[in-house]
């Protein structure tokens, strides 16, 4: 039967209820689930409750002329459960801040020539946040496991880190080398090792033949073409790298 009180805790984490008139039932204001098995020990109708300020307390009154009083520990470690569910909900709300930036990074990072100038801050952010994002997730599923809940898949995590994947691959390359062109013609040719750096144009000329190849399609047209601004920016200069070391 429904209900005749709910009431929330002072944290916001956890609603109590009764249940089947008789039974004081906790629900996960995050997920909307029992946190346990509906609490006994009233025999007739519960109704109120109350909840201490520390909210790991609270009591409730009946028609069998009782107030009982209840506390987490008693029935498994709730305060561990919501204070986990509270982390999930802010992991949650970073998920859609973390999907609107993949989406600008997307529709609008689209011009080779800024990279490294306007475009670096936003792809290291994102980069830093989906790495922590997959170690926050490892630590929620390990505690969800030894606390007896059921496991949490985070599939929309790993696709989002699968999608910027390829975008991370390439305006990573694209800063690296514009950083490195900065330097290379802005420091003294003899201050470097000439083997080093033609070693990294070589292997990231590679690099970017084998995106434009992946981004051969209609969907990733504008990504394929700063790829392809890469590889003439890197080609140029390949083409003048002999007469920098030859007179630098």
Request: net charge negative; proline share 4%.
């Amino acid at each position: 039967c429904l209900s005749s009180f709910a009431v929330w805790s002072p944290d916001a984490a956890t609603l109590v209820a009764s249940s089947e008139d008789i039974y004081v039932q906790l629900f996960s204001a995050v997920s909307g689930k029992p946190r346990a098995e509906p609490l006994k020990g009233h025999t007739a109708t519960v109704r109120s409750a109350a909840w201490a300020p520390a909210a790991q307390t609270f009591v409730t009154s009946a028609d069998d002329n009782s107030v009982r009083m209840w506390h987490f520990l008693v029935n498994r470690n709730i305060t561990e459960i919501a204070e986990l569910e509270g982390e999930q909900m802010v992991f949650n709300h970073d998920m859609h801040e973390w999907g609107d930036l993949l989406a600008h990074i997307r529709a609008d990072c689209r011009d080779y020539t800024k990279g490294l100038s306007e475009y670096k801050p936003s792809i290291y952010k994102l980069r830093h946040a989906l790495d922590e994002g997959k170690q926050r997730t490892e630590s929620y599923v390990s505690r969800e496991k030894l606390l007896g809940l059921d496991v949490t898949d985070y599939f929309e995590l790993d696709g989002m880190i699968d999608d910027f994947a390829p975008y991370y691959q390439l305006w990573d390359t694209v800063i690296q080398f514009q950083q490195k062109e900065l330097d290379w013609l802005s420091q003294p040719v003899a201050s470097f090792t000439a083997t080093e750096i033609e070693a990294l144009l070589e292997q990231w000329y590679k690099d970017v033949y084998k995106m434009i190849k992946a981004f051969d399609n209609d969907n990733m047209r504008p990504v394929q073409k700063i790829a392809k601004d890469l590889r003439v920016g890197i080609e140029d200069f390949k083409t003048r790298w002999p007469f920098l070391k030859a007179f630098g």
